[in-house]
Structure formats: C-alpha cells, structure tokens
C-alpha cells in the first residue's frame, strides 16, 4: 500500500505526496520509477544531506529531481509524513525509517524513532 493510515485519513490527496501542486519544485524518483513530489524547502529543513544536495552544484539543484535508488517510496512517505506531522512513528514502520533517518542526517526523527516504546 502507497500510503500510511495516517495519510490515508486526511482529505486532501496532496498529503500523500503522490501528486503534484502549485508548490511542487522537486520530485522524488524511485528504481521503480514512481515518484513523490515535494519541495526543496520540506526537504532542506527535514534533512541537512537534502539541503546539501539541493544547495550545492549538484545536477539536483538543477534538474530538481532527486533519484533515490534503493530506496522504497512508501518508507520516504512515511518520513514526509512525520515531518508534516500527519503521521507518526509506529510498529510497522519505525524499523524502516531508522537506517533512513541516520543516512539522511535526521536528528529529530531518529531520536524519536530511538525513543518510540516499538523499538
């Protein structure tokens, strides 16, 4: 499944990243080539390897698409999601958004993930 309970229970689809809005300005692209679309400033805040990588000359800056491979775009969903708080760190998915949370420099999640009663 694409999206997290969570998400599942709000109303408006853009919540899921899934599709793109008005304020749309990076796409995340999978292996699989699916894709979330998002924007740089959720991601430079979220994550100082995003910032780097959306701040410096590298081809993401330019192209605004970030390639992920060997990512799952249901584990990054749920990491957009925490960040826009509209999900939480649960049992079936805080086993994921570890490894996650260290590579992508995510202080705060991985201490709540370190924190959660599920690990």
Same mark, same amino acid.
């Given at each position: 499944?694409?999206?997290?309970?969570?998400?599942?229970?709000? !109303?408006?689809?853009?919540?899921?990243?899934?599709? %793109?809005?008005?304020?749309?300005?990076?796409?995340?692209?999978?292996?699989?080539?699916?894709?979330?679309?998002?924007? %740089?400033?959720?991601?430079?805040?979220?994550s100082?390897?995003?910032?780097?990588?959306?701040? !410096?000359?590298?081809?993401?800056?330019?192209?605004?698409?970030?390639?992920?491979?060997?990512?799952?775009?249901?584990?990054?969903?749920?990491?957009?999601?925490?960040?826009? %708080?509209?999900?939480?760190?649960?049992?079936?998915?805080?086993?994921?958004?570890?490894?996650?949370?260290?590579?992508?420099?995510?202080?705060?999640?991985?201490? %709540?993930?370190?924190? !959660?009663?599920?690990f």
């Amino acid at each position: 499944m694409a999206t997290s309970s969570a998400m599942a229970h709000n !109303s408006n689809p853009g919540l899921d990243f899934t599709s %793109r809005d008005e304020f749309t300005d990076v796409i995340l692209v999978f292996d699989d080539d699916r894709k979330l679309y998002t924007s %740089r400033s959720i991601l430079a805040v979220l994550s100082p390897v995003f910032r780097r990588m959306l701040s !410096s000359d590298m081809k993401e800056k330019e192209t605004g698409e970030v390639r992920l491979p060997g990512k799952q775009l249901e584990h990054i969903q749920h990491i957009l999601a925490w960040f826009c %708080r509209f999900s939480h760190v649960q049992d079936d998915n805080v086993e994921d958004m570890i490894p996650l949370a260290h590579e992508y420099e995510i202080q705060p999640l991985l201490k %709540r993930c370190e924190d !959660s009663k599920y690990f």
